[in-house]
């Protein structure tokens, strides 16, 4: 199975603030990689897939990069709506596994 | 939009079957792969399997032995049946839809909570 170890597991930032959040791979993976955000009593949702692509309508203060083994999510601009929960997701190969999440709280 | 909504039993006993439904709204169950996920405070978030509009199923393999998932499409809704749970399988189970081409999750139910203990 491929472990994906996710960090920050928390941090503490204002709304405004640019918030980077990465996800490290066992192995490569292609650019197989999801990020989703969750708040509590919500449904998880889609933010971006394939690294780099925005899911259709979400804010383009998010964004994706990454290669290989190492993938970041980053948010600029950081809104009351992110204080949330964000996870990864590999789908290079089965089972399809996720990070263990970054809870963003506000400072 | 497609929305998705979890049913079933939010307590077990250990040895007991779960039995979960998911039923799809604003969609067609058609041509889609359609998963469940779990997130449990142990293990995090674990995949644990999805079908196919046709019906072929595909397990995560540390649940396969106990797992079956199927397909109604004619109440639009597909569901989950775990057999002899234990306590470690206590978690929040979500329902998703598989997006087409690729085994990510486009949309997701709000999750139910199943709770096993004595």
């Known amino acids: 199975d491929i472990q994906m170890t996710q960090s920050p597991s928390s941090l503490s930032a204002s709304v405004g603030d640019r918030v980077t959040i990465t996800c490290r791979a066992s192995?490569?993976?292609?650019?197989?990689l999801a990020w989703y955000r969750q708040t509590p009593g919500k449904a998880p949702k889609l933010l971006v897939y394939a690294t780099t692509r925005l899911e259709t309508g979400v804010p383009s203060r998010f964004s994706g990069s990454g290669s290989g083994t190492d993938y970041t999510l980053t948010i600029n601009s950081l809104q009351p709506e992110d204080f949330a929960t964000f996870f990864c997701?590999?789908?290079?190969?089965?089972?399809?596994?996720f990070g263990g999440g970054t809870k963003v709280e506000s400072k | 939009q497609v929305q998705l909504q979890e049913s079933g039993p939010g307590l077990l006993k250990p040895s007991e079957t779960l039995s979960l439904t998911c039923t799809v709204s604003g969609g067609s169950i058609s041509g889609f792969y359609w998963g469940w996920i779990r997130h449990s405070p142990g293990k995090g978030l674990q995949w644990i399997g999805y079908?196919?509009?046709?019906?072929?199923?595909f397990y995560n393999p540390s649940l396969k032995s106990r797992l079956t998932i199927s397909l109604d499409t004619s109440k639009i809704q597909f569901s989950l049946t775990l057999s002899s749970v234990t306590t470690a399988d206590t978690a929040m189970y979500f329902c998703?839809?598989?997006?087409?081409?690729?085994?990510?999750?486009?949309?997701w139910g709000q999750g139910t909570l199943v709770t096993v203990s004595s």
């Open positions: 079908i196919s509009y046709s019906g072929s199923t």
């Open positions: 998703a839809r598989v997006r087409t081409g690729a085994y990510y999750f486009d949309f």
């Open positions: 997701q590999q789908y290079y190969s089965s089972p399809l596994t």
């Open positions: 192995q490569g993976i292609s650019n197989s």
